[in-house]
């Protein structure tokens, strides 16, 4: 008698890599099925008028939002990724509040399907239309995203994360702007499976795959305490986003999991303790000038403006007294 699959090997076995099927179940598009997802939502480019804005991809490639799609099949559109983006919507139109209280592998899904859905684009995506069999990402590197395959597909297949949870995930409130435009961000650092999304007064941060380790951090070693007294400025969100992707990049473990099928076909997904069975730190020491960099990047200043060797660096979340210090998005 064969072997019966495992569901996670079912997954697996229908992954594609190119524009012929569904990004997410696998499926083979043709005329009747084939609908091109927008990986932002038309509630977002509506709302912040970014059809015309540009998402910058891994090699410099500027691609309008408006055509930022990727092949998906009707039934994952509509009736798996529809219905997500729905309720993250009226969370968003609700305000911070509201988005509060959404349920976490609610926004854990959202966030994955667009960091996954631009991975996706980056490797089917020629880097230049004088050589369009050449592709931003190699196969290789994406197939080593099977985790995060996995993960994305529990929007689909009925799936239990048990806690603690494979991603940290954290909410700040920020400051909203009469012009649309001024009032989103989106970064993202696809190798480390970080994102972060500012949309009027909500502002996530989140690492997708380190098995909560950030959230072990005390906040205040984490450099985000003075944010929760604000409602920050642009800039300062730009702050913490360098701040909680760095401590990302300083994880000096592997995140493993275990992936268990009940007899009901539901996919149980179990973080294995980030430690292990090592005794030496779980992150690397900290290093000035590489999170002076990433804050460069993240907020658009020179670095030579934000880092001040044998003095510090400048930070826009509190004053030298160490009082949260209120900017006003003017």
């Known amino acids: 008698m064969p072997r019966q699959k495992h569901i996670v090997e079912k997954v697996l076995e229908n992954r594609s890599f190119d524009r012929r099927h569904c990004f997410l179940c696998g499926v083979w598009l043709n005329t009747k099925n084939n609908s091109r997802e927008h990986i932002f939502p038309k509630f977002l480019l509506n709302k912040f008028k970014l059809w015309e804005q540009r998402l910058t991809l891994l090699n410099g490639t500027e691609i309008p939002y408006r055509k930022v799609v990727i092949p998906c099949c009707k039934t994952c559109n509509n009736k798996y990724i529809g219905r997500i983006d729905k309720e993250i919507s009226q969370g968003v139109k609700g305000g911070f509040d509201q988005f509060a209280k959404l349920d976490e592998v609610l926004v854990f899904q959202w966030l994955s399907r667009i960091l996954y859905s631009i991975l996706y684009l980056e490797m089917i995506t020629p880097r ?43 909410l700040f409130k920020t400051q909203s702007h009469t012009d649309p435009q001024l009032s989103f961000d989106f970064k993202d650092n696809p190798i480390m499976f970080t994102i972060a999304v500012r949309m009027g007064d909500i502002g996530i941060v989140a690492a997708l795959q380190e098995n909560g380790a950030l959230q072990t951090i005390e906040e205040q070693a984490l450099g985000i305490t003075h944010a929760r007294a604000l409602e920050l400025h642009p800039v300062q969100f730009c702050e913490l986003v360098a701040r909680i992707f760095y401590a990302a990049s300083l994880l000096d473990r592997v995140p493993k999991y275990m992936n268990v099928s009940s007899p009901d076909d539901t996919m149980h997904i179990i973080s294995l303790p980030i430690g292990g069975l090592s005794a030496k730190p779980i992150f690397r020491d900290f290093d000035p000038e590489a999170y002076a960099r990433l804050l460069s990047w993240s907020t658009g200043i020179p670095v030579e403006q934000l880092h001040f060797p044998g003095k510090g660096i400048w930070t826009f979340l509190h004053d030298e007294t160490g009082v949260p210090k209120h900017m006003p998005f003017e």
């Open 128 to 170: 230049d239309p004088r050589f369009k069999r050449r592709k931003i990402l190699k196969k290789t590197f994406f197939k080593s995203l099977e985790t995060a395959y996995v993960f994305l597909n529990s929007i689909r297949i009925k799936t239990e994360f048990h806690e603690p949870y494979p991603w940290s995930i954290f």
